[in-house]
């Protein structure tokens, strides 16, 4: 049986790399684009199409399988209409349009997606959820890799080092750690924060056991001054990529709006992730799912802040947290089940963790002693005291504890994992 087993996954191996081979080159397409609009519409506006030498992602699992996040791009073989490639992701743009500001006026947001590199010409179109979680096309851009203007990669400055080595970059999850903050004078902090970050991820749980499966890339961007915005000391300075605090108005938020510098300085890494590490002691980060995460090298909690914002990032993880202070009314609509897998509004519980429920377990589950390590349905999670549910009294994406992922985020980051790798 087993044999037979081994047989037929070989067989789906070969038929998926051949659709590989068939439709795309050994390489990387990066087509950046501006998003646009506020709460009611969105435009998305072709920017330019640049040449990356190295795809990083699998030739494999090219069909995104998670239905995760907030924009969703689709790319078709133009003549047979066929769906070559696809993959989830959110932008700060979709956080942004639910802001004050993002209701009151228009905002423009230059975003980035990686593709394999069509051999044939191709459809591009670029998806939006609405509010009852329903996929809409925005915008679509017919792309001929022979005919249309290229961009031949921006030599990155930035010296890459091996911060971890899993295998090949096609079969393997790959993590750039990018530096944002750091001069020339603080290399050896660099290359010692670059340590303390990997070590983070490959000693906490599930990334230990996965270490075979995981290369993590230490990007040495240099900055010309040291650290990274802080507007409510009034501090100010041009850093590599661009990163500062009070990203949309929220002080521990530290995100980039320079998005084309950010993928600059990427050009020769080779990645699935990104991890922006950035040169400050002040508590913040921020995680956008198949996006990139941030995080404060310096402060005493960077063990935390990273996997919390990584959990964010990678495995589309939401805030299981639901304090006073962030408690946001109607972030989640009751009547919808969001999409990240460690909620529920109980709509459509079954496809969550319904299964790794013990039958003996009350629904929704007490919040009390007796059920700590216990997996239930905790009222409270996602910024909401009512209506939205958690699967653990406690977890890394509910407070600030390092390597205690509850048993359902630990499940939806080895999925992702076994997506990228093997
Ligand atoms: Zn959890």
């Known amino acids: 049986m087993k044999k037979i087993i081994f047989i037929l996954l070989f067989i789906s191996y070969l038929n998926g790399f051949s659709q590989y081979n068939r439709y795309f080159e050994d390489r990387c397409l990066r087509i950046d684009y501006f998003h646009s609009g506020n709460i009611e519409h969105e435009y998305f506006r072709p920017d330019e199409l640049i040449e990356k030498t190295i795809w990083a992602g699998s030739k494999i699992n090219l069909i995104d399988t998670f239905n995760y996040g907030k924009i969703r791009v689709m790319v078709y073989e133009k003549l047979t209409s066929k769906l070559i490639y696809s993959r989830t992701y959110s932008s700060l743009f979709e956080e942004w349009r639910t802001t004050t500001e993002g209701k009151g006026s228009c905002g423009n947001f230059s975003e980035t997606v990686l593709i394999p590199f069509p051999k044939v010409v191709v459809n591009v179109v670029f998806q939006s959820r609405d509010s009852l979680n329903k996929w809409h096309d925005i915008a679509s851009q017919i792309i001929n890799t022979k005919k249309d ?105 530290l995100m980039t709006m320079e998005n084309k510098l950010l993928h600059d300085q990427l050009a020769n890494a080779a990645y699935d992730q990104i991890i922006i590490m950035c040169n400050t002691n002040k508590y913040g980060g921020g995680g956008i799912y198949n996006f990139y995460s941030t995080v404060a090298a310096g402060n005493p909690q960077v063990n935390y802040l990273i996997e919390h914002e990584f959990g964010h990032a990678f495995a589309g993880l939401a805030d299981e947290y639901y304090t006073s202070s962030v408690t946001v009314e109607n972030f989640y609509p009751l009547n919808i089940e969001p999409w990240e897998p460690n909620i529920t509004t109980l709509i459509g519980f079954d496809k969550k963790w319904k299964n790794m429920l013990d039958s003996t377990t009350v629904v929704p589950t007490p919040d009390s002693k007796e059920n700590n390590n216990v997996i239930g349905v905790y009222e409270g999670g996602g910024y909401m005291k009512k209506g939205v549910y958690r699967p653990y009294i406690d977890c890394t994406m509910k407070s600030i504890h390092y390597d205690a992922l509850c048993p359902v985020c630990l499940r939806a980051t080895q999925w992702m994992i076994d997506f990228y790798a093997r």
């Open 149 to 253: 203007f290229i961009l031949k990669p921006k030599t990155s400055p930035s010296e890459i080092n091996e911060l971890h080595h899993g295998g090949n970059v096609n079969e393997k999850l790959d993590i750039a750690i990018i530096a944002d903050g750091y001069t020339m004078a603080d290399l050896e902090k660099m290359k010692t924060d670059f340590q303390t970050l990997k070590n983070a991820i490959l000693k906490s749980k599930p990334y230990e056991k996965n270490a075979d499966k995981i290369n993590i890339w230490g990007v040495m961007a240099i900055s010309k001054q040291s650290g990274v915005t802080n507007p409510s000391d009034s501090f100010y300075v041009k850093s590599a990529v661009g990163c500062s605090f009070n990203t949309i108005n929220s002080d521990r938020y």
